[in-house]
């Protein structure tokens, strides 16, 4: 059993319980080398051992998913869900649908989703799930009978009390009506099994906008710290998905200057800035099969495109991933840095390399990590379910502004557990303390199970 004080003998207990797991490790890393401290000061944590019962998923299902193409051909892949922790209520978390999927994958998503939840203030546990299926070029035929053989094997492990997934990379409004439509046939229930549902059947109004909208209220939380706002500051945007889209209007509408966006295959970088007329062209282009960022400078010609390369080498005030995990390394970082960035706001998981975090904590800049910067996505979530078991909706205003309140409450405990003495706050171990607090006590009270 690992000794509790030591990071290097716990993550090497942590490594041989999960060999050929990198992201899982990475991730356990970022977050014991803030709790141990942690649990050093409170020995009743470790007396439970609760950081070895949290890095223990509850369960991981894996299952065959079998499907055939337009041609008539069969593939097959492999689905997963990970329902890591239910200390404070049902599992939740996204699905991921794209080849790099590996149990590793959603493990270290699953384990980072535990804290985020937490630190929502809403009832949520954590999980995650997906399929190593690349959707890129897939047909809408072919999208939805993969997501009917997923969610053929997946209703019998989820439920509204049980576990309710959502989206994440490669799944959207699309496939969640999909799997919504499969689970109500061969359940026959008609509640809030998932969220991030289209608004005719019991989706939030927000829902597609909290992630990028809640990651740039983060920013602009910690800009405050500062004495400074967002207006007329330049932008650096990875991805062009869901959360960068989203993230970039909300950047705009502050009076900021969103000079990039990228995909797996480049990135733009637009000098005059992005308005709303090209990121509305983004969101629509993006949607059609296998679209590629590249045929945005056709269309916008002041625009370059950067074939295989990331956003991080054009010089910017503040820096917003929000495309995958590891898009942002140490060199990048220290570049980053170099060039006068003060600020980075993580809308995608992990983004950023265990160097690159090290970077930008050394160089003292804000630096929010995703588990609280882009919690608003899934506390919309929270609040859809709310909605759902209510039976009712609410306003867009109404949900704007509860959305607000919880990135500053989350923005609170990160300073209240990561500020130092000279003023400045670790948004890391802030956030990780934060969110592990809640999930250890509920631990406690029930005892040794
Ligand atoms: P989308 O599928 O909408 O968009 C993903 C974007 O990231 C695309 O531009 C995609 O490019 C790019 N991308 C994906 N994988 C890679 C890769 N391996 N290398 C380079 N670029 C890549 O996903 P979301 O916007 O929903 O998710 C983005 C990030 O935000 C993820 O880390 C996700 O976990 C996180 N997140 C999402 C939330 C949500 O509510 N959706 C909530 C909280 C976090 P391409 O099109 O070329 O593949
Ligand atoms: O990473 C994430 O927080 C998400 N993909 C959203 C999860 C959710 O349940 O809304």
Redesign the pocket.
């Known amino acids: 059993m690992a000794k509790i004080d030591d990071l290097s003998s716990f993550m090497d207990w942590v490594a041989s319980r999960n060999p050929g797991e990198p992201e899982f490790h990475q991730a356990v890393r970022e977050v014991a080398g803030t709790i141990l401290p942690f649990i050093q000061e409170n020995p009743v944590y470790a007396e439970a051992r609760i950081l070895e019962r949290l890095t223990e998923p509850d369960r991981v299902v894996s299952f065959r998913v079998t499907w055939e193409d337009d041609a008539g051909k069969v593939h097959v892949n492999r689905g997963y869900r990970v329902q890591f922790s239910n200390a404070i209520g049902p599992y939740k978390g ?1 699905i ?1 649908f ?1 080849p ?1 999927v590996t149990q590793s994958v959603l493990k270290f ?1 699953g384990f980072e989703q535990i804290f ?1 939840n937490s630190l929502t203030g809403l009832p949520m546990g954590g999980g995650k799930g997906g399929a190593d299926f690349d959707p ?1 070029g897939r047909s809408d035929r072919e999208i939805m009978r993969f997501c009917q053989s997923f969610m053929t094997e997946l209703y019998r492990h989820v439920g509204p009390d049980i576990d309710v997934p ?7 409004g699309r496939e969640i009506g999909y799997m919504f439509g499969l689970y109500k046939r061969i359940t026959n229930h008609f509640n809030g099994v998932l969220t ?1 549902k289209g608004l005719e059947y019991g989706g939030s109004l927000m ?2 906008e ?3 909208y809640g990651a740039v209220y983060f920013l602009e939380n910690m800009l405050h710290t500062r004495g400074q706002e967002i207006a007329g500051k330049s932008a650096c945007i ?8 989203h993230a970039a209007e909300k950047i705009l509408q502050r009076g900021g200057k969103v000079l990039t ?5 480049g990135f733009i970088h637009d000098p005059a800035g992005l308005t709303e007329e090209k990121i509305a062209w983004v969101k629509r282009h ?1 949607r059609k099969p296998g ?3 590249e045929a945005f400078t056709a269309e916008f010609k002041d625009a370059e495109f950067h074939r295989g390369k ?1 956003p991080w080498i054009v010089p910017c005030d503040v820096a917003l991933p ?4 590891n ?1 942002l390394n140490g060199e990048e970082a220290r570049t980053l840095v170099a060039n006068g960035c003060i600020a980075v706001s993580e ?5 950023t390399t265990d160097e690159g975090v090290h970077c930008f904590l050394d160089a003292r800049i804000l630096f929010a990590p ?1 588990k609280a910067a ?5 506390a ?2 929270g609040l859809e379910m709310s909605q759902n078991s209510a039976r009712l909706h609410r306003t867009s205003e109404d949900l704007r502004q509860a959305l607000k309140k919880i990135m500053s409450d989350i923005h609170d405990a990160c300073v209240r557990h990561g500020g130092g003495k000279d003023g400045h706050v670790d948004y890391v171990k802030g956030a990780n303390v934060a969110g592990f607090k809640k999930v250890a006590d509920a631990m406690l009270a029930f005892g040794v199970v």
Do not use: F, W, Y
């Open positions: 996204g991921r794209h790099s998503l985020k890129k959502a989206g994440d990379i490669g799944v959207g991030g829902r597609p909290a992630t990028g990875s991805g062009s998905g869901n959360v960068a889209t966006l990228s995909d797996s295959s993006k679209a590629r960022l990331r929000c495309a995958t995990q898009e809308g995608a998981n992990m983004p995703g882009n919690a608003g996505g899934v919309m979530s």
